[in-house]
């Protein structure tokens, strides 16, 4: 018996240890061609984590990639941060490198509007461009792009506690962006789960984040949502969705294992 509670401490330790490694000190760059000359970097769920001192790794990285697109797919802060500097300050790097689009995540949507609306000024004084059920049209490359920022009800992402959230569907979609324009649409949306709305809506590539690569990789497969919901259909990569490619990173913040952190690079 003895031995058996050994046995289990060791692996709890490893497990801790591991955790630890995961959540404060990995960090990679996934790399995914999908055909074409554009490249875009996805960083998504800083949360209250740094890559670096003042994120001066993740900006230097990033620079290095020489990206035509920045995209941040929300949750750059977390709930309870009011002290917005650092986040402004990333951001402005961040546009010295190339053209930066944002959209907020259920953490930004969440802050107290007072806060919500500071966040939202000094987003702009940055001269990133935030996107809240809006559009922007952008040519790279001769190519012409739509990008459009989805931000859905808080209460698709908290309700009740965590019961008897509001789902979204197409017409949720049209009811605040409109009809898909005509042309190549990307869509940032920081909640994957409605992957099969955004397929219907026209999306051709959507972007998110939110489920943290599912905070626990077991095979391949991510555990856990935030909504606490166990084995959610999408954690991490690229997943076709009728004639959409979803595109999920796992993020950068928060408690993980077995599923370091990480920032994007995609060729489109």
Sequence with gaps: MIVVLLIVL???????????????????????????????????????????????RLVDMIREENPDIIFVTGDLVTRDCYDFTEAERLLKKLNEIAHVYLIFGNHEQSLPAEYHEELIQRVKKTNTYYLDNNTSKIVVN????FICGFTPKYTTYRKDGYRNLDTVNKQDIINVLGD???????????????????SQWGADMTFSGHVHGGAVRIF????????????????????????????VTSGIGKLRLFNPAEMVVYKI
């Design 220 to 247: 391949g497969k991510g555990v856990l949502s935030p909504e606490r919901k166990f084995f959610p259909k999408y954690t991490k990569g690229v997943y076709t969705v009728g004639n959409m490619k979803l595109l």
């Design 180 to 198: 898909k324009p005509n042309g190549r649409t990307l869509l940032l949306a920081h909640n994957p789960l409605f992957a099969e709305a955004y």
């Design 142 to 145: 001769d190519k012409e792009l």
């Design 10 to 56: 060791i692996i709890l330790i490893v497990l801790a240890v591991i955790t630890v490694i995961d959540s404060l000190y990995s960090f990679k760059v996934r790399r995914e061609d999908l055909g074409g000359e554009i490249k875009i970097v996805q960083i998504s769920d800083l949360h209250k984590r740094h890559i670096g001192e003042e994120n001066c």
